[in-house]
């Protein structure tokens, strides 16, 4: 634990903020954007599309209350399409 308090402290803070050497973090963050993008463009989803459909949902969810539970299977799923790559990539990126 102390070879740990030691290492946090000689990192100087612009790399606490960061997590690590700003450039290898900055790499690390444009792969995982190039990948989720990718992955978004072969799903035919973008960024304008995810805004509006939250938006949709959340109008939905004001306007029949409780009724939008009904889909929340669907809507699980599809997060989970992009949200589970993700995570299994910044574990994989942890790792290296």
Do not use: C
């Amino acid at each position: 634990m102390a070879d740990q308090h030691q290492t946090e402290t000689r990192r100087s803070g612009i790399e606490r903020f960061f997590g690590g050497h700003p450039i290898n973090v900055i790499i690390k963050l444009a792969f995982i954007s190039l990948l989720v993008g990718v992955f978004m463009s072969v799903f035919g989803l973008d960024v304008q599309g995810l805004v509006r459909g939250t938006v949709i949902l959340f109008r939905e969810a004001l306007r029949d209350g409780f009724g939008v539970f009904r889909d929340i299977g669907g809507y699980i799923l599809t997060g989970a399409a992009l949200v589970v790559p993700i995570w299994l990539l910044i574990r994989v990126s942890k790792r290296s």
